[in-house]
T-cell receptor, first 115, second 114 residues
Framework: EAEVAQSPRYKITEKSQAVAFWCDPI?????LYWYRQILGQGPELLVQ????????DSQLPKDRFSAERLKGVDSTLKIQPAELGDSAMYLC?????????????FGQGTRLTVV | SQQGEEDPQALSIQEGENATMNCSYKTSINNLQWYRQNSGRGLVHLILIRSNEREKHSGRLRVTLDTSKKSSSLLITASRAADTASYFC??????????????FGKGTKLSVIP
């Protein structure tokens, strides 16, 4: 069964260091989402791609976060420098398109701990 | 920002009982979805209800939608210990420019006691 792949599964980093997460969506899915989920809360959208284009990054802290999906397939989310408040689960999801009414498929997430 | 607000935040029931979770949202939507998340894992889609539908069933799940009250409910009948998880509603709205945002609530943590 096709699934969204994310790596690493867990990451511990020191504050002020750089960290990167990778996501490979389900083949053929044009829309890719990066969400951040703080423990005990719901996922919050950081960035949404349609193919290789960013369609929404209004909640992405652009002074330290960056995201790319160069060939419209896999994607990388980077944080530099990491801060203690960045500790959270980072979830990647994909869907066939961004036209609405379509379920999103989630990866297992990357649990980031900043020390 | 989070569009939906689930109620209750936590729910504990005995196996075999029914569990009801509610979701309220703020702005007009196209569709509403419910997802489930086991501890430390990704989210799994459960059911989608469109804005012109009032009720939908899938196995032991029943979802209702009241767009006039901007609210939805998820009912799980005959609960099992394996239903223990967090449940999130997600609203599907088009803020413009052709893109649809999927916005999640804070979730209800359900514990089913064997």
């Amino acid at each position: 069964e096709a699934e969204v792949a994310q790596s690493p599964r867990y990451k511990i980093t020191e504050k002020s260091q750089a960290v990167a997460f990778w996501c490979d969506p389900i083949s053929g899915h044009a829309t890719l989402y990066w969400y951040r989920q703080i423990l005990g809360q719901g996922p919050e959208l950081l960035v949404q791609f349609q193919d290789e284009s960013v369609v929404d990054d209004s909640q992405l802290p652009k002074d330290r976060f960056s995201a790319e999906r160069l060939k419209g397939v896999d994607s990388t989310l980077k944080i530099q420098p990491a801060e203690l408040g960045d500790s959270a689960m980072y979830l990647c999801a994909s869907s066939l398109s961004g036209t609405g009414g379509i379920e999103a498929f989630f990866g297992q997430g990357t649990r980031l701990t900043v020390v | 920002s989070q569009q939906g607000e689930e109620d209750p935040q936590a729910l504990s029931i005995q196996e075999g009982e029914n569990a009801t979770m509610n979701c309220s949202y703020k702005t007009s939507i196209n569709n509403l979805q419910w997802y489930r998340q086991n501890s430390g894992r990704g989210l799994v889609h459960l059911i989608l209800i469109r804005s012109n539908e009032r009720e939908k069933h899938s196995g032991r799940l029943r979802v209702t939608l009241d767009t006039s009250k901007k609210s939805s409910s998820l009912l799980i009948t005959a609960s099992r210990a394996a239903d223990t998880a967090s449940y999130f509603c997600a609203t599907d709205a088009n803020p413009g420019a052709g893109s649809y945002q999927l916005t999640f609530g804070k979730g209800t943590k359900l514990s089913v006691i064997p």
